[in-house]
């Protein structure tokens, strides 16, 4: 919903390779946010294509659990997302 933003927690092996992305249903303009363990921002991306989010191939130096935060842009709209977490090959 508006004004709010969800988090997930996301455990990573050392050089692990992975793709996110953040799919808004309907038009919903979305936001990406990964956080490390001491909540600093280490990646973020607001427009992947078009209003979608996404942030390819990140990894971590060391086995890590970082949190992925999802949310819209300007955390001003309501609507449905789908989130996808892949491994790269």
Same mark, same amino acid.
Not at 14 to 26: K, M, P, R, S
Not at 43 to 53: G, I, K, M, T
């Given at each position: +919903? &508006? *004004? +709010? $933003?969800?988090?997930?927690?996301?455990?990573? /092996? &050392?050089?692990? #390779?992975?793709?996110?992305?953040?799919? *808004?249903?309907? *038009?919903?303009? @979305?936001?990406? $946010?990964?956080?490390?363990?001491?909540? #600093?921002?280490?990646? #973020?991306?607001?427009? =992947?294509? /078009?209003? +979608?989010? *996404?942030? /390819?191939? =990140?990894?971590?130096?060391?086995?890590? @659990?970082? @949190?992925?935060?999802?949310?819209? =842009?300007?955390? +001003? #709209?309501?609507?449905? =997302? /789908?989130?996808?977490?892949? &491994?790269?090959?």
């Amino acid at each position: +919903s &508006a *004004g +709010s $933003r969800i988090a997930y927690s996301l455990d990573l /092996e &050392a050089d692990e #390779e992975i793709n996110i992305y953040l799919n *808004g249903v309907d *038009g919903l303009d @979305t936001y990406l $946010r990964i956080y490390d363990a001491d909540g #600093e921002l280490i990646a #973020e991306n607001d427009d =992947f294509d /078009e209003l +979608s989010s *996404g942030i /390819e191939g =990140f990894s971590v130096d060391e086995d890590a @659990t970082v @949190t992925v935060e999802v949310a819209t =842009f300007g955390d +001003s #709209e309501d609507g449905d =997302f /789908e989130l996808i977490v892949e &491994a790269v090959e």
